[in-house]
T-cell receptor, first 119, second 110 residues
Framework: DAGVIQSPRHEVTEMGQEVTLRCKPISGHNSLFWYRQTMMRGLELLIYFNNNVPIDDSGMPEDRFSAKMPNASFSTLKIQPSEPRDSAVYFC?????????????????FGPGTRLLVL | EDQVTQSPEALRLQEGESSSLNCSYTVSGLRGLFWYRQDPGKGPEFLFTLYSAGEEKEKERLKATLTKKESFLHITAPKPEDSATYLCAVDGGSQGNLIFGKGTKLSVKP
């Protein structure tokens, strides 16, 4: 299995530009997660999809951020307009979905991340 | 508020010197505790899941244990290739919401 695939791996852009990050989850996984990692705040969940439907977007910082999952094998995270404080590593993760009976989630597997720098 | 605290922030060991990493958590209802390893420039790599107090999991030189308030990651006779940041996360709140600690950066010197 190729694991979770993210693109691009690195992105450098100027403030005000639109940025689109892409993710292909592991085949057969029903849940997809977008995280942001910074030195100050660590790993934070931005949004969670189950069966292509957004379930929890409470971590999305503001209206400049949007995420879509048009099908089971593709998701995008868009920042428009980008700002320097958006500079971080963005990870996509996927899992088999909610655990049957016990509550919670099956194990999440992470992609290699996209390192974003907004100048 | 759900919280996860890892200690120490950084740990330097000599090869072969065993030690433990700590993950303390406060959640309303624990649905799972996860340990991940993260190498520089890479995504977190799954190590273990623990679901109930008293549970233990082992993999090579690593052993994870769980109590009602904390988890330990024991490293026995570590090697330089064990150097990485170890992340702890709990699933205890909103559906799908993993809460991560800041991690422990482990360095093992030969």
């Amino acid at each position: 299995d190729a694991g979770v695939i993210q693109s691009p791996r690195h992105e450098v852009t100027e403030m005000g530009q639109e940025v689109t990050l892409r993710c292909k989850p592991i085949s057969g996984h029903n849940s997809l997660f977008w995280y942001r990692q910074t030195m100050m705040r660590g790993l934070e969940l931005l949004i969670y999809f189950n069966n292509n439907v957004p379930i929890d977007d409470s971590g999305m910082p503001e209206d400049r951020f949007s995420a879509k999952m048009p099908n089971a094998s593709f998701s995008t995270l868009k920042i428009q307009p980008s700002e320097p404080r958006d500079s971080a590593v963005y990870f996509c993760a996927s899992s088999l979905g909610p655990r049957a009976g016990g509550g919670g989630q099956e194990t999440q597997y992470f992609g290699p991340g996209t390192r974003l720098l907004v100048l | 508020e759900d919280q996860v605290t890892q200690s120490p922030e950084a740990l330097r060991l000599q090869e072969g010197e065993s030690s433990s990493l700590n993950c303390s958590y406060t959640v309303s209802g624990l649905r799972g505790l996860f340990w991940y390893r993260q190498d520089p420039g890479k995504g977190p790599e799954f190590l273990f899941t623990l679901y109930s107090a008293g549970e233990e999991k082992e993999k090579e030189r690593l052993k994870a244990t769980l109590t009602k308030k904390e988890s330990f990651l024991h490293i026995t006779a570590p090697k330089p290739e064990d150097s990485a940041t170890y992340l702890c996360a709990v699933d205890g709140g909103s559906q799908g919401n993993l809460i991560f600690g800041k991690g422990t950066k482990l360095s093992v010197k030969p």
